[in-house]
Nanobody, 122 residues
Framework: HVQLVESGGGSVQAGGSLRLSCAAS????????MGWFRQAPGKEREGVAV????????DYADSVKGRFTISQDSAKNTVFLQMNSLKPEDTAMYYC????????????????WGQGTQVTVS
C-alpha cells in the first residue's frame, strides 16, 4: 500500500514562490507516475503536473506552464513542485498522487492520494 506525505504549502503574496514536496513510501514500483493535483473551493480537482519515474517530459496544465516545475528524487521516492510567479487563482488544496505505470494528467487514473497541503496566494 502506497502512502504519500506532502509538505511545503503555506501563504504567499502574488508573485511569490513555494516548493511542495511529496514523499512516497510502501512502493516497489520502478515504472510509476507521481504528480500534483489541486482543488479550489467549489471546483473539481484538476491536474497540475505529472512526471514519469523513468524520464520523459513532464506534463503540465496550461495554466501553470512556464511558472511551475515538477522534479523528482528517485532515490528518495520524492517528487517536488516548484511554484513561481504565483497568482491568487493558484489558491487551492494541493494533492500528491501516485499511480503505477505511465503518466496521465487525469485524476480518475490515480489510485493513491496524499492528504493535501494548502496553498494560499493573496
Amino acid at each position: 500500500h502506497v502512502q504519500l506525505v506532502e509538505s511545503g504549502g503555506g501563504s504567499v503574496q502574488a508573485g511569490g514562490s513555494l516548493r511542495l514536496s511529496c514523499a512516497a513510501s510502501g512502493s516497489t514500483y520502478i515504472r510509476k507516475c507521481m504528480g500534483w493535483f489541486r482543488q479550489a473551493p467549489g471546483k473539481e480537482r484538476e491536474g497540475v503536473a505529472v512526471l514519469y519515474s523513468l524520464g520523459g517530459s513532464p506534463d503540465y496544465a496550461d495554466s501553470v506552464k512556464g511558472r511551475f516545475t515538477i522534479s523528482q528524487d528517485s532515490a528518495k521516492n520524492t517528487v517536488f513542485l516548484q511554484m513561481n510567479s504565483l497568482k491568487p487563482e493558484d489558491t487551492a488544496m494541493y494533492y500528491c498522487a501516485f499511480r503505477p505505470g505511465y503518466c496521465y494528467l487525469s485524476r480518475d487514473l490515480f489510485g493513491f492520494w496524499g492528504q493535501g497541503t494548502q496553498v494560499t496566494v493573496s
